[in-house]
């Protein structure tokens, strides 16, 4: 990251303006661990830290969660600028759960790697008979045994809307572009439900009244937006709607949860 770089941020202030360091996000939402590679200096660690605060905050209100919903009920860790692949400026490793960023990741990258992990962290509590390595989104796209539970109903509602048409009949105009690109480049990648349910989680958060290009960016002026590889008009505006009802009950179970536990 650039130390000069600048991020568009609109939002509510979450800190004052004391330094912000990677303890500190740690501590705040309850990552397990948060490694930083070594070729990061100290300046650009100390400006990345408070950009991951104010990100991982507005994620936080977006969704209307609690901080254990960033963190996975302190289950997930993050790297940064550390842990890549070549290539690679972010991934999710399901084996370790954790996300992490290259140290000259541009911006964008938190949303989607973030939904990868609750993709992930939700398959064995959604469904039954999975395995430790499917993300959910893949689990309901092949009918896997579901565990009844109002939430699920609103996770699957999610899914739904996402890789199926209005009708529910049939593959959603996303899921058809998504599958031309892939047989275009020859290999599935757009077409994976993990990487379909991420884009249109990337966009639901982009449309959100809190702005953050750190958080998220790309899901309207892009190449692969204008491809059509992020959903747009009516179905976009279905898939923020299934998205806004799942946080929003998610976020209050989890907080009448801590509320129970106090």
């Known amino acids: 990251m650039a130390a000069s770089r600048?991020?568009?941020?609109?939002?509510?202030?979450?800190?004052?303006?004391?330094?912000?360091?990677?303890?500190?996000v740690r501590r705040a939402f309850g990552f397990k661990s948060i490694p930083i590679g070594r070729w990061v200096t100290q300046q650009e660690r100390d400006r990345a830290a408070g950009l991951f605060y104010d990100a991982l905050?507005?994620?936080m209100a977006i969704l209307r969660g609690p901080e254990i919903l960033i963190s996975l009920r302190e289950?997930?860790?993050?790297?940064?600028?550390?842990?890549?692949?070549?290539?690679?400026?972010?991934?999710?490793?399901?084996?370790s759960r954790t996300f992490s960023l290259a140290k000259n990741a541009g911006p964008g990258s938190i949303a989607h790697e973030w939904f990868h992990a609750l993709d992930h962290y939700l398959a064995d509590k959604a469904f039954s008979d999975v395995s430790g390595g499917i993300y959910a989104s893949e689990?309901?796209?092949?009918?896997?045994?579901?565990?009844?539970?109002?939430?699920?109903?609103?996770?699957?509602?999610?899914?739904?809307?996402i890789m199926l048409d209005e009708s529910g009949e049939n593959p959603s105009e996303l899921?058809?572009?998504?599958?031309?690109?892939?047989?275009?480049?020859?290999?599935?990648?757009?077409?994976?439900?993990?990487?379909l349910s991420a884009r249109a989680f990337e966009a639901f958060v982009q449309d959100a009244s809190i702005s953050n290009n750190f958080l998220v960016a790309g899901t309207k002026a892009?190449?692969?937006a204008r491809m059509g590889l992020y959903p747009n008009g009516e179905h976009r505006q279905r898939i923020n709607a299934a998205f806004a009802e799942y946080f929003s009950c998610l976020g209050g179970a989890l907080?009448?949860?801590?509320?129970?536990?106090d």
């Open 6 to 24: 600048q991020f568009y941020r609109r939002g509510p202030v979450h800190r004052d303006q004391q330094p912000i360091s990677f303890v500190d």
């Open 57 to 59: 905050a507005d994620l």
């Open 75 to 95: 289950t997930l860790s993050f790297q940064y600028g550390t842990g890549g692949r070549p290539g690679i400026m972010a991934h999710y490793e399901p084996a």
């Open 139 to 161: 689990a309901w796209l092949r009918d896997a045994p579901p565990v009844p539970h109002p939430l699920n109903d609103r996770l699957f509602a999610c899914f739904r809307a």
């Open 175 to 195: 899921f058809r572009i998504s599958s031309t690109a892939d047989k275009a480049n020859g290999c599935l990648y757009y077409s994976d439900p993990a990487e």
């Open 222 to 224: 892009t190449d692969e």
């Open 255 to 261: 907080r009448a949860n801590l509320a129970r536990s």
